[in-house]
Nanobody, 119 residues
Framework: QVQLQESGPGLVKPWQTLSLTCTVSGCSITTSYYAWSWFRQPPGKGLEWMGVISYDGRICYSPSLKSRTSISRDTFRNQFFLQLSSVTPEDTGVYYC???????????WGQGTQVTVSS
C-alpha cells in the first residue's frame, strides 16, 4: 500500500518561504519509472499542478511558478520537498503531494494540508 503524507507549517507570513515535506511509504521514490509531484488548490478554484521530481532526480516546474518553486528529495528518508518563495495571500490553499505514473497521471495522493499565507 502506497501512502503519502504532507507535513509542514499551516501558517506562513507574506514574503517568506513555504516549505512542505511529503513522506512516502510503500514505494521507494527512486523506483523506476515513477515520479513525485506537488499540486495545490486555492479556495474556490481548481487543482493546479506545481511541479514534479522523477525517480532519477529530474525536475519540471509549472511555468507560472518556476521562478519561485524548488522541489528536492531525500532518498534515504524517502521524502520529497516543496519550497515556494516570496509567498502572498494568493498562495493560500490546500497543498497535495502525489505519485505519478508515466502519462496516466497521479494514482496515489496525500490527504492534503492547508496552508494559509497571512501576517
Amino acid at each position: 500500500q502506497v501512502q503519502l503524507q504532507e507535513s509542514g507549517p499551516g501558517l506562513v507570513k507574506p514574503w517568506q518561504t513555504l516549505s512542505l515535506t511529503c513522506t512516502v511509504s510503500g514505494c521507494s521514490i527512486t523506483t523506476s519509472y515513477y515520479a513525485w509531484s506537488w499540486f495545490r488548490q486555492p479556495p474556490g478554484k481548481g487543482l493546479e499542478w506545481m511541479g514534479v521530481i522523477s525517480y532519477d532526480g529530474r525536475i519540471c516546474y509549472s511555468p507560472s511558478l518556476k521562478s519561485r518553486t524548488s522541489i528536492s528529495r531525500d532518498t534515504f528518508r524517502n521524502q520529497f520537498f516543496l519550497q515556494l518563495s516570496s509567498v502572498t495571500p494568493e498562495d493560500t490553499g490546500v497543498y497535495y503531494c502525489a505519485k505519478w505514473v508515466n502519462d496516466l497521471g497521479p494514482d496515489y495522493w496525500g490527504q492534503g494540508t492547508q496552508v494559509t499565507v497571512s501576517s
